[in-house]
């Protein structure tokens, strides 16, 4: 499998290059008042709107540094575990998701059965995965599909929130 690779303070993480659909240059993005500090904004792409998150905000608390070699990388979103061009459960394509990330650079292919679980349990981070050892060192997959709680899906996606049948008490 081919994953890009970033990092976060030092540390190798991975993202699977099937679920990416572009990786740009750092681009502005406007605010969304109300969404938690690691939701960088939205910006359009192609007529469309594309949430964003910026995933050193996410993971460590800081904004992303404005260095060279950070990206928008823009993935594939359902919010559940499907291959990229795979419908959802209502049969909706999935949408854009913009990730910021720091130091994505390189490229790495690395086998499936090179990922083991880690042996953390990561109960409020869910889209740290599994973790391989190449040669030079850990990296860690990061489970796109995994990184939105209900709520902020609702909030980034309102239309798809919408679809969805609501529970009365």
Same mark, same amino acid.
């Given at each position: 499998m081919l994953f890009l690779l970033f990092e $976060? =303070? !030092? =540390?190798?993480?991975? $993202? &699977?290059? @099937? !679920?990416i659909a572009e990786v740009l240059a750092l681009a502005p993005t406007k605010s969304i008042p109300g +969404?938690? +500090?690691w939701v960088a904004g939205m #910006? &359009?792409?192609? !007529? *469309?709107?594309v949430p964003v998150i910026d995933v050193s905000q996410l993971a460590l608390g800081r904004p992303a540094r404005p260095l060279r070699s950070t990206r928008l990388v823009?993935?594939?979103?359902?919010?559940? +575990?499907a291959q990229p061009g795979a419908q959802d459960e209502r049969g909706e @394509?999935?949408?854009? $998701?913009? $990730?910021?990330? &720091?130091?994505?650079?390189?490229?790495?292919?690395i086998e499936r059965a090179q990922f083991l679980h880690s042996g953390i349990a990561t109960p409020h981070a869910r889209w740290l995965g599994p973790v391989a050892n190449d040669a030079i060192g850990l990296v860690q997959w990061v489970e796109v599909q995994e990184m939105l709680s209900d *709520?902020?899906?609702a909030l980034l #996606?309102?239309?798809a929130a919408d679809a969805q049948p609501q529970a009365h008490s």
């Open positions: $976060l =303070d !030092g =540390d190798r993480y991975a $993202l &699977e290059v @099937a !679920g +969404a938690p +500090a #910006f &359009e792409r192609h !007529g *469309e709107p823009l993935v594939h979103y359902s919010g559940q +575990a @394509a999935p949408r854009l $998701l913009g $990730l910021i990330v &720091e130091r994505a650079t390189q490229t790495r292919r *709520e902020v899906k #996606f309102p239309q």
